[in-house]
């Protein structure tokens, strides 16, 4: 902080008491220091308005959407370009089971994968073990779609679905949930999907958290007497709990957000069905499916208006992943 | 008593080893996803490489061609994002580090920076469609490029916010005591000093921004033939992949694998060398 005053102050000082070819000089770098200064700052804010400038102007291209259905357009089913009735409890619907199902996955494997590269792996192992877990965060998600649809719907449909429904459907009450055709496209599908694609982003949290934990404390507990098991499970977890959380919650995030991977495999069908293994609809893939074919003013504000809907869950679960895992950070640095 | 006690110990090193295994298979769960995407792409993808992807146009339903003006698109595009995206970035990330370091406002733009770099995409389309194609009244290259420059921003502004905090404040207090201006000290030294961080950080935006779809779909759009021209829909290779792999023609469906194996190779390549250096570099400061 100190020498941000002093950078304002000592070109002035200098012109103030110099004269000549110097005085001109420092006058130029003071002028320069000046614009230099706005223009970074100038930078700085275009990023704050930013954001707020995305969320205004979806708020503005839906208005007409939020205007003409009110209310209805958050718990409606129907979605109707011909008839120019929408109402966006399907995608809604969608987009929470599918990220439902893919934190339900993501959050066991990550953690383990956590507890693998912090405890478990031999030390040569675990930086090319951690790389090759991130690598997963660098494919495209367009490839993941195209992976999705061409390769792991048919196995789906071919392996796993036929075998949930004979097995789980007959079930009482979690029966319902696998019933139906066994066509691989689906929200189950998509969930699974989902979970691949979050797992680098929850297990790099967690693992960076758990490297934070006071190497005391763990060995506090090994002294005790406490397995490998215990001391994560006992000392590291509960130490951590803030940020876990806050690494799941930014898992979510990207969940509630992916596009090109869900578009391709969750069939793009607008019905509300208890079955997994229907084909179902989320915001951002209707987006994606819909956008360029939309004909008339209100089909287009509706599909803006889900864009805001989208950006506002996504803002609150980042906005909440942040705060928690500020906390961390500040434990970090005391 | 003992009898107890010994089966009690027998159980949590049961336990021990259980969870430890489960956390291996965990770790053998990630990898074979990896390794199944990855090879499913490549297999898929080298038997649809060949000469004329790089010289003829993408094709009309069902017939054979190429990617060229799809390659071309993309690379226009990401280089619009990168002109556009990475000076605003550095200027920004300056500001933070060098202007704002532990100041509310600074907390607040660090704060909205991080929520830009995860949100959705698509998002980011949306908003560059009524920002810039409802304006115009055309989809165009242009706004393709700048939706690109904004999912490009959040990353520089990030990495260059690092990687200015990491340089030693001694630096800046011996070219302060010399009466350097504080915009010659920026440029000249903190850039300089910061520079291998900050290459590595637009690299990595790079290498995010040369897959994304969903923000291309509604700016960008995409256009079967030829054109140098921004202003007219430009073809890209994500939107190609996209529209060619839902269609039920074979010769479209090898062109988007072809696509997908191009845009795999560079994205990984970029991303691999950046994340090395960066390691290498945050490594050499600790």
């Known amino acids: ?334 | 008593m003992r009898a107890v006690s010994q089966s009690r110990f027998r159980w949590r090193h049961a336990k021990n080893r259980i969870a430890m295994g489960l956390s291996t298979l965990a770790a053998l769960f990630g990898l074979f996803w990896l390794a199944w995407i990855l090879l499913t792409t490549f297999i898929n993808g080298a038997s649809a490489i060949n000469f004329k992807l790089f010289t003829e146009m993408t094709p009309p339903p069902g017939d054979e061609g190429g990617l060229l003006n799809a390659i071309f698109g993309s690379l226009v595009m990401v280089g619009v994002g990168i002109i556009l995206g990475t000076p605003i970035g550095i200027a920004a990330g300056t500001f933070l580090a060098e202007r704002a370091r532990r100041s509310k406002l600074g907390e607040t733009i660090r704060f909205v920076n991080d929520i830009l770099l995860s949100a959705p995409s698509i998002v980011i389309g949306l908003f560059v469609y009524t920002l810039i194609v409802r304006q115009t009244g055309h989809f165009s290259g242009w706004a393709g490029g700048i939706a690109l420059a904004f999912i490009l921003l959040p990353v520089v502004v990030r990495t260059t916010d690092e990687m200015l905090q990491l340089v030693p404040n001694s630096m800046r207090e011996a070219a302060l005591a010399l009466g350097l201006p504080q915009w010659k000290l920026t440029t000249q030294i903190l850039y300089r000093a910061a520079s291998a961080g900050m290459v590595t950080g637009v690299l990595l935006a790079i290498a995010r921004i040369s897959g994304e779809t969903a923000p291309l779909l509604f700016t960008a759009l995409n256009n079967q033939f030829w054109t140098d021209n921004p202003a007219n829909p430009m073809a890209n290779i994500p939107v190609v992949i996209f529209q060619y792999a839902l269609s039920p023609y074979d010769s479209w469906h090898s062109l988007a694998w072809a696509g997908a194996l191009i845009v795999t190779i560079f994205v990984l390549f970029i991303s691999i060398t950046s994340r090395a250096l960066l390691a290498r570099r945050r490594h050499g400061n600790d």
């Open chain 1, 1 to 334: 902080m100190t020498n941000n005053h002093l950078a304002a102050d000592l070109p002035v000082s200098r012109q103030q008491d110099a004269a000549g070819p110097t005085a001109k000089h420092s006058w130029k770098d003071v002028a320069a220091d000046k614009a230099f200064n706005w223009s970074i700052a100038a930078a700085a804010f275009f990023v704050l308005i930013s954001l707020s400038g995305a969320a205004l102007s979806m708020l503005w291209g839906g208005r007409l959407a939020f205007e003409t259905f009110g209310w209805r357009f958050f718990y409606g089913t129907e979605w109707d370009a011909v008839g120019k009735k929408f109402a966006a409890l399907v995608p809604i619907y969608g987009t929470l089971v599918t990220s439902f199902i893919a934190i339900l996955i993501a959050v066991p494997v990550s953690f383990g994968i956590a507890f693998f590269l912090t405890e478990v792996a031999p030390r040569w192992m675990r930086g090319p073990v951690a790389s090759a877990i991130e690598l997963l965060a660098g494919i495209p998600s367009i490839i993941y779609g195209m992976w999705g649809l061409f390769v792991f719907v048919p196995f789906m449909s071919d392996h796993i679905e036929p075998w949930l429904d004979s097995n789980l459907g007959p079930l009482p009450v979690i029966g319902s949930l696998f019933q139906g055709a066994p066509m691989g496209i689906g929200m189950l599908t998509a969930g699974i999907i989902l979970g691949i694609m979050i797992i680098p982003f929850i297990s790099s949290v967690m693992r960076d958290v758990f490297t934070l934990v006071p190497v005391t404390l763990k060995h506090s507990a090994y002294a005790l007497g406490c397995t490998t098991w215990e001391v994560v499970w006992d000392v590291v977890l509960p130490y951590t709990r803030t940020a876990v959380v806050g690494g799941i919650m930014l898992g979510l995030g990207r969940a509630l957000g992916e596009t090109m991977a869900v578009t391709f495999v969750l069939g793009n069908a607008h019905n509300l069905s208890i079955s997994l293994l229907e084909p179902g609809n989320s915001i951002a893939a209707a987006i994606a499916n819909e956008f360029t074919e939309a004909d008339s003013d209100i089909y287009l504000s509706s599909l803006i208006a889900l864009g805001f809907l989208l950006f506002i869950v996504t803002f609150v679960v980042l906005a909440a992943a942040k705060l928690l895992l500020r906390r961390l950070e500040r434990q970090k640095g005391a």
